[in-house]
């Protein structure tokens, strides 16, 4: 019997606001796509990433202009070939891990020869807003071994004190979403250094960060926006320490976990991260971020209502995912 392929739109309410440098929202959109198959099914979900153009729209168009080759019995490998990196193939992807294993009564990381997941330290993330408010948010998740505070204005300096002295047992990650500038790294970079800043993600915009080759780094830099896929990682070395992947970006697993292979083997460290999703878009990503540096999973944590059954959050420390809800 051929497969049967499901795509369905689902908001989740965000607790609050998530903001960033390029802006807020209040609801995680994502797709989900069901793969059915003798009675078995298999889950992915992914999250559009408007940064680069994708829609709930667009990609549900992508995945649909897939169709006769998914339900036809399309392979992982296959996928890389028909689809290109980005959400749509994501949602493609991880189901095609999620039914094998079902089909198979093996978890994916059995399947992917990965040893089998053991539970995380997440960050969490704080938004950006004025220091009083980014203050006032890392003041009651100090407890938290790790956050991610998100920054990228002209000058955020006193953000990054207001956190740092009111975290002042937390490593901190700050993600600037490109948001610096040429003008302005340095001064950025040696408060960072000043702080203890454990690292900063994607300070430039991605294309115009060739200065990062050519300046101090006291505080070592990750790719984000950056880094796609392993084409990306020749002309990052000397700019970046460290590389985000994410599964959304990458378009899948099996591609995510090549581009980690590749990338340490060049010698970056690797962050796994992720886009504001529910616990079907993490779980995957947990099996990439086995021993990674650095892992920014905590999706599930800024919603005021995650799927069920979902991923397990005991503090800051994520679980890996039941059967039920994939691999």
Request: net charge negative; glycine share 8%; hydrophobic share 40%.
């Amino acid at each position: 019997m051929p497969r049967h392929l499901l795509i369905e739109e689902e908001r989740f309410p965000i607790a609050g606001a998530f903001t960033i440098a390029r802006g807020s929202k209040t609801q995680a959109e994502v797709i989900t796509c069901t793969l059915i198959e003798d009675s078995v099914q298999g889950r992915g979900e992914c999250v559009p990433y408007r940064r680069y153009g994708e829609t709930l729209e667009s990609v549900r168009l992508q995945i649909e202009t897939a169709r006769s080759a998914i339900e036809n019995g399309i392979s992982r490998q296959e996928l890389l070939g028909a689809m290109q990196a980005g959400a749509a193939r994501n949602a493609v992807d991880c189901a095609l891990w999620d039914l094998q294993a079902k089909q198979s009564g093996r978890s994916v990381s059995d399947l992917a020869d990965l040893n089998p997941p053991q539970p995380l330290e997440t960050a969490f993330t704080i938004s950006l807003g004025e220091p009083e408010k980014m203050a006032t948010d890392a003041r009651d998740n100090a407890w938290r071994p790790l956050l991610k505070v998100k920054v990228g204005t002209e000058d955020d300096r006193s953000r990054m004190a207001a956190v740092a002295e009111t975290a002042p047992n937390s490593r901190i990650i700050l993600d600037a979403n490109e948001g610096w500038t040429s003008s302005n790294i340095e001064m950025h970079l040696a408060e960072a250094a000043r702080l203890g800043i454990a690292l900063i993600e994607q300070p430039l915009p991605a294309g115009s960060d060739d200065m990062l080759g050519r300046i101090a780094r006291p505080v070592p830099v990750c790719a984000d926006e950056s880094v796609h896929g392993v084409h990306d990682l020749a002309e990052l070395r000397g700019r970046y320490d460290a590389i985000n992947i994410k599964l959304d970006k990458t378009g899948g697993l099996t591609a995510a976990l090549d581009l980690r292979k590749s990338a340490e083997a060049l010698g970056f460290q690797i962050m796994v991260g992720c886009m504001v999703g529910t616990s079907l878009s993490m779980a995957p990503a947990i099996l990439l971020a086995q021993g990674a540096a650095f892992v920014d999973l905590d999706g599930p944590l800024l919603l005021a209502k995650d799927r069920e059954p979902g991923l397990t959050y005991t503090g800051s420390i994520v679980s890996p995912p039941v059967s039920t809800l994939w691999g």
